[in-house]
């Protein structure tokens, strides 16, 4: 939901790459991992399964890689978060650093209590932060997008094969293309 707004200036390319990655990316991905998981279904994912079908060195590559991902990927949010909501409900404290600080400590701090706890609650939590944070708000956005949609006086002129060859054509489409994929 977060690039939403920016996939918008997209126009209708964004419909059809998405389309494209989920035929020949997510979709062969999920066929994938399926069978290997069913295939070694040991303790260690993506590394174990790239050590046995390409050896120690290659295996090693891959969970360093995935270790150096979650050590880049897995702080963001704490960047993020308290940004989007002094955005959002407190505009005056965007530039203050205590603010970003102290918020990035509590939630660090609170979801290393969670795990602390247990799988239990954060299986709970887990689940409960994806309704409220992913199925609510994608709802919303295509429930709204629908409204749209009918509220055009003529929607289908929208998505004509012309507008989609042209849109297509561009460089910046294509950038997009790899943006919606990685």
């Not at 996939?7 to 209708?12: E, I, Q, V």
């Not at 965007?94 to 706890?117: C, D, E, F, K, S």
């Not at 708000?137 to 055009?152: M, R």
Request: charge should be positive; include cysteine; hydrophobic fraction near 55%.
């Amino acid at each position: 939901v977060t690039y939403w707004s920016f996939l918008a200036g997209y126009g209708s390319a964004a419909i059809v790459f998405f389309l494209v990655s989920l035929i020949i990316f997510f979709i062969p991905l999920v066929f994938v991992s399926s069978e290997l998981v069913t295939t070694w279904p040991l303790p260690g994912g993506l590394y174990l399964w790239i050590k046995k079908a390409f050896g120690r060195r290659a295996g090693f590559i891959t969970g360093w890689l995935l270790w150096i991902q979650s050590l880049i990927w897995i702080p963001l949010p704490l960047y993020w978060i308290p940004y989007s909501w002094s955005y959002a409900f407190f505009p005056k404290w965007i530039q203050n650093p205590y603010y970003h600080v102290i918020l990035a400590l509590l939630i660090l701090w609170g979801t290393t209590l969670l795990i602390l706890r247990g799988m239990n609650s954060l299986k709970v939590t887990s689940i409960w932060c994806v309704v409220v944070g992913f199925f609510i708000p994608g709802l919303l956005v295509i429930g709204l997008g629908i409204l749209w949609f009918f509220q055009q006086p003529d929607p289908l002129g929208l998505f004509s094969l012309s507008k989609f060859s042209h849109e297509l054509s561009t460089p910046k489409s294509w950038a997009l293309f790899v943006t919606v994929i990685f």
